[in-house]
C-alpha cells in the first residue's frame, strides 16, 4: 500500500489562549438564528431554485420560525433581485422577519442591492469581502491595507445609501470572508474599521459575521478564535457577534456549539447543511440538540418530515436516511440488542408515565418531531427478538412469552438469513400466522368441545372435543383436571403422541370494529415439551378464552406431529 501525499498539508496553528474560558460555558438558550437557504444554499444547487421554488422555501422557513432570513444576492442575478422585489411588492414578509441580502464591496453591486431592498420595512445589508493571508497573495495581490480599504469604502456607500432611504429600518452586517484563514488581529483590525464607518451603538448594534468559509481546523480552535477576537474588539456592546460554519471537515455542527460557547449571539445556516461543497452548518442538528438539553430552540420542527420535504422539494437533492433527527431510519434499530432495549424503555416509559423522556438509543420522542412509533423497530438478519416482540405487541396486540419469542425470532432468523433483506411487519405476522394458527395447515383441525364433571371424580373432568384429522372429522374422549388437561389426554390416546404440559399463559386483545365499535378476544400460548425433553409453542385466539386454549393446544400438537 502506498502512503496517501499527507506530507502536501501542514497542520492549522492553534491559537495561544491558555486562560480559555469557553470550556466551562453551557448553552442555556438558542440563538439568533438566520437561514441563508435562499442565498448560500441556493447557490450551491446544480439547479438554482427558481421564483416558486423560492417563495415555496421562504414561506417554511416562516412556518418554521426564522426572524431572520438571507433571501438572496439580489445584484447576482435578475432570479434574485426579482423574488426580492416580489416579497416586498406583494407584501409577504411577516412584521417580525427581517430580511437579509448578501454584496460583495463594490460599488455597481452595492447600488443594484439597495435597489432590490426599495421599500423595505427592515432589512439587512450584509457586506462582505475576502480577508485570508491566501486570498490576499493569490486572489486580490493587496495587502492588509488594501483588502481594509475595499471594505471601508464598501460600508461607506452602504451608509450613505441607507441614509438616503430613512423609511426603511437598516441594519448592517460585516463578513471578513474567510475568516478561519485571517490572522486574528488584522480580523479585528478589519471589522473595527467597519464599525467605525457604521458607528454601531447598544441601542442601534451592528452584526460582525465570522464565517469559517473553509473548516480549516478542528472545532475547539473555531471556539478559541471566537473567544479571541471577542475578548479584543472594541465596544462589545455594540454588536451582535454571529457565526457562519461550513462542513468542509465533517465537524460544522460542533464548531458552530463551541463558537456559541465562546461567546457568539447568532447563527447563520441552513436546513438539513445544504451548501457549497460539503455544506453549510445544519440548523435543524444545532436546532434539535439544544431541544434534547431541555432549551427552547425557538424554532418548530414538531412536523420535521414536512420541512424536509419541502427542502428535498426545493434544493432537489435528496436527505441522507440517517441524517439527525429527520433521516427516514433516524429512529430506527436493526440490532437485536438495541430493539430489545427500546422495546423495554418503551414499557417503562408508559409505566412511569413522569414526563421526561427516558428511552435507550433514542435521544429524542419521535412523536415530538411528527414521526410516528411504529417505524423505530426495523428487522433483518441483525435483529433479535426484542425487535421483533415489539411488532408482534405494538402492531398485533399480542405479548408473546419470552420463551416463545425466542422460538419465533428463529423462524424469522431464517426468512432473513435466506432473503437477505429487511423482514417486513406484515411478512412477521404472516410467518407467525402460518407457524402458529393456521389449522387447515397442519395435520390436526379444533373444532368444538364440551366438558363435564366425572360422576365418579369431582375433581376430573370428562371432555368431548370434535376435530378434523386430515380429511377425518372425529370426536375424541379425555379427563383431566381441567379442560385442558383433558384436551391433551384425548389428542395423545388418539394421535400416540406424548405432550406435557409446561407453561400457559392468556391475555385479551381489545379490537375496534365498525358496527360496535369495541370487541375482545382471547390469546393463550401454550408450551409444551416434547419427548426429547425440549419444548415448543402453541397458539390459540378465540373469543372463548377455553376455546383459545384448546385450539393453543392443538397448535403445539401439529408442530410437535410436524
Known sequence: MNPMPFHKYRPFQPVHLP??????????????????????GNQALIEPMGPERKRRMFETLVQLGF????????????????FVRQIIEENLIPDDVTIQVLTQA??????????????????????????????????????QAGITQI?????????????????TDWIFQYSPESFTGTELDYAVE??????????????????INLPATVEMSTPNI??????????????RDCIILSLHPHNDRGTGVAAAELGVMAGADRVEGTLFGNGERTGNVDVVTLAMNLFTQGVDPKLDFSDITAAAR??????????????????????????GSHQ???KKGMTAQAQRNDGIWEVPYLPIDPADVGRAYEPVIRINSQSGKGGISYVMEHDYGLELPRRLQIEFSQVIQKIADETGKEISPQLIWTSFEEEYLSQPAGRFSFIGHRTLPDPHKSERRNLTASIRDGQQTIELQGQGTGPIDAYIDALGRHAGIDITLVDYREHAITQRTADSGASSEAVAYVEVKRPDGRTLFGIGRDRNIVTASLKAVTSAANRLVA
Request: proline share 6%.
Open 67 to 82: 426572524k431572520e432570513i438571507e433571501v438572496g444576492f439580489p445584484a447576482a442575478s435578475d432570479t434574485d433581485f426579482g
Open 19 to 40: 486562560d480559555r474560558t469557553w470550556p466551562n460555558r453551557t448553552i442555556t438558550e438558542a440563538p439568533i438564528w438566520c437561514s441563508v437557504d435562499l442565498r448560500d
Open 310 to 335: 419541502t427542502a428535498e422539494y426545493c434544493n432537489q437533492l435528496p436527505i441522507h436516511p440517517r441524517h439527525p433527527y429527520v433521516g427516514e431510519l433516524a429512529f430506527t434499530a436493526f440490532s
Open 106 to 143: 463594490r460599488p455597481e453591486l452595492i447600488i443594484r442591492t439597495f435597489e432590490a431592498l426599495k421599500g423595505a420595512r427592515r432589512a439587512i445589508v450584509h457586506l462582505y469581502n475576502s480577508t485570508s493571508t491566501l486570498q490576499r497573495r493569490v486572489v486580490f495581490g493587496l495587502d
Open 190 to 207: 478589519i471589522c473595527e474599521a467597519v464599525m467605525d464607518v457604521y458607528q454601531p451603538t447598544p441601542q442601534k448594534r451592528m452584526i
Open 151 to 167: 471594505a471601508v469604502d464598501g460600508a461607506k456607500l452602504v451608509k450613505q445609501l441607507a441614509d438616503a432611504a430613512p423609511e
Open 222 to 235: 473555531y471556539a478559541d478564535q471566537i473567544e479571541y477576537f471577542l475578548r479584543k474588539v472594541k465596544n
Open 340 to 342: 430489545d432495549a427500546i
